[in-house]
């Protein structure tokens, strides 16, 4: 998995093992070590409601997204699974899961 992270945007790209182990298992995780007491674990996991929800807690970036979305998006040739969310009273955050598969020549 790559992330990528702006003020207002967050993009997550998923290579096919990401999205098959996604598939099969209902959660795909990265963590990122930054010294033995600071970590930033990304996590995303599948769930029956039909949105997607973010959260942050405990140092992870947890995004929930419908599992009916996901498979139509995985068996198709669209790149991305795209949800803004409200973070403020006056601002959002665009969400981002995207293929990253080799390029066809």
């Known amino acids: 998995m790559k992330t990528r992270i702006t003020e207002k945007h967050l993009r997550f790209r998923l ?3 990401d999205i098959s182990k996604l598939a099969s298992e209902k959660t795909v995780a990265t963590t990122t070590v930054f010294s033995p007491l600071a ?3 990304i996590e995303i996991s599948l769930w029956n409601l039909d949105t997607s929800l973010a959260t942050f807690e405990h140092n992870t970036i947890k995004l929930q997204v419908s599992e009916n979305a996901f498979h139509q998006w995985a068996s198709s040739d669209e790149e991305g699974l795209y949800f803004q969310q409200e973070a403020s009273a006056v601002s959002t955050i665009d969400f981002a899961i995207e293929k ?3 390029c066809k020549h």
């Open 15 to 17: 290579s096919e093992e």
């Open 39 to 41: 970590q930033l674990k």
């Open 100 to 102: 990253d598969f080799p």
